[in-house]
């Protein structure tokens, strides 16, 4: 049998316990076996106020998780106060907890004592405000595991990577780069080998302008910046098209002919990967030694304490991690 999953407690104050709970609840003779690194008290005493049927069981060992699993949520507690956690108001003082449950997680994956994690979502503000040097996970597990993270967003029928990610608009045109485009695309072409099966992966390359830039009368990136990049990708070997419009790109006929889709900035690649499918989105840290997903959306503090939050992008999380280890462990045999 496969390790298990972890999953990692995210912010307290959001709905992260919540859906993992429901998640829980959900499973199938198909979900995979995973465990929560969280804190016991904090998942009963959510799963009692919102009359979730999820029993939480304490374990001491990844390995324990499986023989919990059909009849309880596996926890491995964290073994902290985490009595100053409401949900809906989130406090820095929860930060610690929240980082030693990516810690943690990050930890087993190393040691394959997890077959891979998913993280629910953070507050990030929360976490600069005690002190966290990062911009998000993303950046964070690329400095644990010393490697360029790239982040991809996934739904059946489409995934995108932004090649810019948390930038304003304006600071975009300047932050793109040649570098930054190939980068992405070797990381792309080689995770959608070795983690989706895909022998010979296609990637589209957005424009950045309008109209790819009108021959230039809309701007010069896609002449100066983009192709440059894509002719380099596919020097490489790797099969690239582009630039193309990115009015162009999302419909159903067009996206038959790529695996993937290389954005230039964040809302070019979230909005037709929403619009597809807004509470099914997955987030897959691409170039890391290990596994990592996360839903694709934030923690919600806004319904946090109402008990209405909808668990699918969390188990289509579970779900991804789980095929991408598997064909990792596959392809090592």
């Known amino acids: 049998m496969p390790a298990p999953l972890a999953v990692t407690m995210g912010e307290p104050a959001g709905i992260g316990g919540e859906i993992l709970l429901k998640a829980w609840a959900r499973r199938t003779d198909r979900t995979p ?5 969280d804190s016991a008290a904090r998942l009963e005493a959510i799963a009692t106020r919102f009359g979730i049927p999820c029993p939480v069981t304490v374990i001491k060992h990844a390995k324990d998780a499986a023989a919990v699993f059909n009849r309880a949520l596996p926890v491995l507690d964290l073994g902290v106060d985490l009595s100053a956690a409401t949900l809906g108001t989130p406090t820095p003082s929860t930060a610690a907890a ?3 449950a990516i810690d943690r997680a990050v930890a087993l994956a190393k040691a394959g004592d997890a077959r891979g ?4 979502p953070i507050q990030k503000a929360v976490l600069q405000s005690a002190g966290f040097a990062y ?6 597990l690329g400095h644990l595991a010393d490697s360029m993270p790239v982040m991809m967003l996934a739904v059946p029928g489409l995934r995108v990577i932004p090649v810019t990610v ?12 040649t570098k930054a485009i190939v980068q992405h695309g070797r990381i792309a072409a080689a995770a959608l080998r070795r983690d989706f099966g ?3 992966p296609r990637i589209a390359v957005a424009a950045l302008n309008p109209h790819g830039g009108e021959a230039g009368t809309m701007g010069d990136e896609e002449h100066t910046i983009i192709m440059p990049a894509i002719d380099e990708l596919r020097a490489e070997g790797i099969a690239v098209s582009g630039p193309a419009p990115a ?8 996206r038959a002919h790529f695996d993937l889709a290389l954005c230039m900035y964040h809302d070019q690649a979230l909005i037709p990967l929403k619009t597809i499918d807004f509470a099914g989105g997955v987030n897959v840290t691409l170039g890391l030694p290990f596994v990592r997903t996360s839903p694709d959306h934030g923690t919600a503090l806004d319904i946090a304490a109402k008990g209405v939050a909808d668990p699918s992008s969390l188990i289509a999380a579970i779900a991804m991690a789980a095929e991408m280890s598997a064909r990792r462990t596959s392809a090592a045999h």
Do not use: C, M, Q, S
């Open 135 to 140: 911009p998000g996970h993303t950046e964070y």
């Open 98 to 100: 929240v980082i030693a």
């Open 33 to 37: 076996v995973f465990f929560a690194i």
């Open 198 to 200: 895909i022998a010979k």
């Open 247 to 254: 009015d162009t790109l999302f419909h159903a006929d067009a």
């Open 117 to 120: 994690f998913v993280t629910n």
């Open 166 to 177: 948390h930038l304003r608009l304006a600071a975009v045109a300047t932050a793109l780069t």
